[in-house]
Nanobody
Framework: QVQLVESGGGLVQAGGSLRLSCAAS????????MGWYRQAPGKQRELVGT???????NYADSVKGRFTISRDNAKNTMFLQMNNLKPEDTAAYYC????????????????WGRGTQVTVSS
């Protein structure tokens, strides 16, 4: 049974920082990529950024230069360092993991965490 658990969310003033973590456990297979998404009330879920097994990162323009994604492959853990937070960053942040598993041939897998709330006050 696969579990993705996000942590580190909270309330912070504009200009402050938070560090989110996503820990993956269970028979998740071989992780090929991990990413962060966010969803504000009344809005569509949007990409924050992704990171490959080779630590190649990709960020949304809205967070580029302020947010940094990293990972610890040995612990199947991903981090999102958020600096210079703005009120528009307020959202529920979700962890996403893509993996592959051998079952006579490789099958692609996709997992989501339950989210952690980030609230930025002005």
């Amino acid at each position: 049974q696969v579990q993705l658990v996000e942590s580190g969310g909270g309330l912070v003033q504009a200009g402050g920082s938070l560090r989110l973590s996503c820990a993956a456990s269970g028979s998740i297979g071989d992780i090929t990529a991990m990413g962060w998404y966010r969803q504000a009330p009344g809005k569509q879920r949007e990409l924050v950024g992704t990171i490959t097994g080779g630590r190649i990162t990709n960020y949304a323009d809205s967070v580029k230069g302020r947010f940094t994604i990293s990972r610890d492959n040995a612990k199947n853990t991903m981090f999102l360092q958020m600096n210079n937070l703005k009120p528009e960053d307020t959202a529920a942040y979700y962890c996403n993991v893509q993996a592959k598993i051998w079952r006579g041939g490789y099958s692609a897998l996709d997992y989501w965490g339950r989210g952690t709330q980030v609230t930025v006050s002005s």
